[in-house]
């Protein structure tokens, strides 16, 4: 079946514009996650979804950013105002569940680049 | 102290040698435990979990060392297309921690 998309795959903005990420996890699954890597660097947690809600936001980096989740499917990442900082590739991942030993798969992600 | 720390590498290892990968975690309530492997500017994608007892999957072996607070991979008889870069996670209520990976290279 098809896997974790993610929207758009590149992402090319200016300071202090606002851009929203996209994540369709795998039908079914209820876990959603999103993580960030910078160049060279691991994966940086954000947050989780359980269903719609967000039980742990602690990873965001700023108030800058925020996520929803709405009908218990597709995600969106928003970053307002960037900052050259921002520049990362943005993964999502989808679960089947909560449960600790749940495989995670991920999305190929969306590539931003903050001028 | 990072939660989870990993040799950089690189690893440059010829084809048909065994290498051997180590993470440390600083958590020890720590739940569960994988290795994600990573190509370059590709997502990462499981590789094994890591259990307790260890658990092997073909020329791959992942060992559990809680009381160390420390996980391992071992590769034998590396091909070359084991070269990539390879996380160590550790999940601990779910909050997903990564290492920053360790890079291998297998040559001819």
């Known amino acids: 079946g098809a896997g974790v998309s993610q929207s758009p795959s590149n992402k090319v903005t200016e300071k202090g514009k606002d851009v929203e990420l996209r994540c369709d996890p795998i039908?079914?699954?209820?876990?959603l996650y999103w993580y960030r890597q910078s160049l060279g660097q691991g994966l940086e947690f954000l947050i989780y979804?359980?269903?719609?809600?967000?039980?742990?936001k602690s990873g965001l980096p700023s108030d800058r950013f925020s996520a929803e989740r709405t009908g218990g499917s597709v995600s969106t990442l928003t970053i307002q105002r960037t900052q050259q900082e921002d520049s990362a590739v943005y993964l999502c991942?989808?679960?089947?569940?909560?449960?600790?030993?749940?495989?995670?798969?991920f999305g190929p992600g969306t590539r931003l680049t903050v001028l | 102290r990072k939660e989870v720390e990993q040799d950089p590498g690189p690893f440059n290892v010829p084809e048909g040698a065994t290498v051997a990968f180590n993470c440390t975690y600083s958590?020890?309530?720590?739940?569960?435990f994988f290795w994600y492997r990573q190509d370059c500017r590709k997502e990462p994608k499981l590789l094994m979990s890591v259990y307790s007892s260890g658990n092997e999957d073909g020329r791959f072996t992942a060992q559990l060392n809680r009381a160390s607070q420390y996980i391992s991979l071992l590769i034998r008889d590396s091909k070359l297309s084991d070269s990539a870069t390879y996380l160590c996670?550790?999940?601990?209520?779910?909050?997903?921690?990564f290492g920053a990976g360790t890079r291998l290279t297998v040559k001819p």
């Open positions: 991942a989808s679960s089947s569940s909560l449960g600790n030993t749940d495989t995670q798969y």
């Open positions: 039908s079914g699954h209820t876990a």
């Open positions: 958590n020890s309530a720590s739940q569960s």
């Open positions: 979804f359980q269903g719609n809600s967000a039980p742990d």
């Open positions: 996670v550790v999940n601990l209520n779910n909050d997903m921690r």
